[in-house]
């Protein structure tokens, strides 16, 4: 009999957007975005999702039925009628890891007080991707007794919301923050410096994205580091992060164990997400994407790592 894997649908809360993005490759206007949606997508490749954040009556019904139709559950989606969903607007230059923001408008976001369907709040698993930090805290005080939870940033809350950003971090299992962040919160200029010091803040596991250098897992004293697919085409590099999280509980909510093995397992899933989201824009890449896909790609990631037959033979 085939062995059927228990799913805990994971609690993903974050921002759900209407981007404007430029890139070298070209620009999409009021596209589908946000640090949840993102995830919860690249999430629903291995698991059911149950979607926590805050939309104004503006945002297409087209994008729910897409995200509905990705096995994501809305009834913890607020849609606020005459509100206005939140907006991000950007561009990178050449050097893809950066991106400028030229815009942010907080809109409905500015009054959301998420509050979680009863079933929600005995979620097992718990992403709080990126989103004010007060929030994700709101978040964190209505789930009941999760077995893991994980937090995700960026610079525009590590540098308005510091406070909140720190007690968020000594209540998470597992912070994801990318190296810039890692050294921007910690003073620290080293990257290990930094993860190390984030740990003391209370996360056992941080995970650094270092974009097309890959992600860095440290987990308790230890350290793996997977490498990033060598994409030669990067369209629009918006949502690899939240993507890459996606993918990693994704993958650890279907599997249900969380012991360092599969964390292992779980980056390479991320790395995997997050280099198929970059090959175009919004989230126009998972619309096309299939498990076909993402197995091929695992595999070619293990290849890619493999140095061991090939040392056997120099030796
Ligand atoms: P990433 O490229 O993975 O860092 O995330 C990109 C997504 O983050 C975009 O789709 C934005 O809508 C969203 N985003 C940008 N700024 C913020 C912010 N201040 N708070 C929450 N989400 C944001």
Not at 56 to 77: C, K
Request: glycine share 6%; proline share 5%; hydrophobic share 40%.
């Amino acid at each position: 009999m085939k062995h059927v894997k228990p799913i805990d649908a994971p609690v993903i809360v974050g921002s759900m957007a209407l981007d404007n993005v430029k890139t070298p490759a070209g620009e999409v206007t009021d596209s589908l975005g946000g640090a949840a949606n993102y995830s919860a997508v690249a999430a629903s490749f291995f698991t059911p999702v149950n979607l926590v954040g805050v939309i104004g009556d503006d945002f297409p019904q087209t994008h729910l039925d897409y995200l509905e139709s990705r096995n994501i559950d809305l009834a913890g989606v607020d849609r606020i009628d005459g509100g206005k969903t939140f907006s991000w607007s950007g561009y990178y230059d050449f050097d893809l890891n950066i991106a400028h923001t030229t815009d942010t408008q907080l809109n409905v976001f500015a009054d959301f007080k998420p509050t979680l369907p009863d079933a929600y709040r005995k979620a097992s698993y718990v992403f709080l991707a990126n989103i004010d930090p007060v929030l994700q805290l709101d978040v964190l005080n209505q789930v009941e007794k999760p077995r893991l939870t994980l937090c995700d940033t960026m610079n525009f809350w590590i540098t308005s919301k510091r406070d909140a950003l720190i007690e968020v971090l000594s209540r998470v299992d597992v912070a994801f923050m990318n190296d810039a962040e890692a050294r921007q919160l910690t003073g620290c200029m080293s990257t290990i410096k930094a993860a190390k010091a984030i740990q003391k803040l209370g996360p056992k596991t941080v995970i650094v994205k270092k974009g097309e250098h890959g992600a860095l897992l440290f987990h308790e004293d230890e350290h793996f580091s997977a490498p990033s697919y060598p994409l030669e085409d990067i369209v629009d590099p918006t949502g690899a992060g939240d993507s890459f999280a996606g993918g990693f509980i994704g993958y650890i909510a279907s599997e249900g164990d969380i012991t360092p093995k599969t964390m292992r397992r779980a980056v390479v899933y991320g790395s995997v997400m997050a280099s198929f989201n970059v090959e175009d824009f919004s989230l126009n890449r998972m619309r096309r994407l299939t498990p076909h896909h993402i197995a091929e790609r695992y595999r070619k990631f293990k290849e890619i790592a493999y140095f061991e037959a090939m040392e056997e033979a120099v030796l």
